[in-house]
């Protein structure tokens, strides 16, 4: 089982529309999770990051915790063609010296 | 600023060689890491560095060493080059230790 779990999609959703984009992961005593999102050729870029259970809004993304379902989501509102990429979720161990991420979800907005 | 620079862009070694990946950042940062990335395994973490003077494994470090130079500036060597080690390889770094990560560009590496 790996630490951080995504569906590899791909997930398309129509222009405008909330995406959803959801990841698991395995080790109860983590404290830190992010979000990156990565185009095709390209660095992963950090959009969010999140350390306590509930929501952070920034901009048109929210991130979700909950950490008694060990569950991790980000929400796109208004979603937009640029927003077609490969989205991955990563999590810190619990001893805080490993870094794991999800293999990513590939998202296509279509106009 | 530069960000996160890594030299070179693009490798290709034949099996036994070796190499050294470049990593520098301008941002300060205290910790910095690298990682491989291949197709269905996602970012792998290979070494990271706390601070200055630190390096400890990650993931998947075998064959593969580094070298914090300075604060600026992490190295990743392959001694003796495998095909296995074809990957793309990304350096990042952060202010604190496992905490928000920013990535250079990649170097993608080919072993015959």
């Known amino acids: 089982q790996k630490e951080v779990e995504q569906n590899s999609g791909p997930l398309s959703v129509p222009e405008g529309a909330i995406a959803s984009l959801n990841c698991t992961y395995s080790d109860r005593g983590s404290q830190s999770f992010f979000w990156y999102r990565q185009y095709s050729g390209k660095s992963p870029e950090l959009i969010m990051s999140?350390?306590?259970?509930g929501d952070k809004e920034d901009g048109r993304f929210t991130a979700q915790l909950n950490k008694a379902s060990q569950y991790v989501s980000l929400l796109i509102r208004d979603s937009q063609p640029s927003d077609s990429a490969t989205y991955l979720c990563?999590?810190?161990?619990?001893?805080?010296?490993?870094?794991?991420f999800g293999t990513g979800t590939s998202l296509t907005v279509i106009p | 600023n530069a960000g996160v620079t890594q030299t070179p862009k693009f490798q290709v070694l034949k099996t036994g060689q070796s190499m050294t990946l470049q990593c520098a950042q301008d941002m300060n940062h205290n910790s910095m890491y690298w990682y491989r990335q291949d197709p269905g395994m996602g970012l792998r973490l290979i070494y990271y560095?706390?601070?200055?003077?630190?390096?400890d494994k990650g993931e998947v470090p075998n064959g593969y060493n580094v070298s914090r130079l300075n604060k600026r500036e992490f190295s990743l060597r392959l001694e003796s080059a495998a095909p296995s080690q074809t990957s793309v390889y990304f350096c990042?770094?952060?202010?604190?230790?496992?905490?928000?990560?920013?990535f250079g560009p990649g170097t993608r590496l080919t072993v015959l």
């Open positions: 990563a999590a810190t161990s619990n001893t805080g010296n490993q870094f794991y």
């Open positions: 560095s706390a601070s200055e003077g630190t390096t």
């Open positions: 990042a770094s952060s202010l604190r230790t496992m905490w928000e990560q920013f």
């Open positions: 999140i350390y306590s259970n």
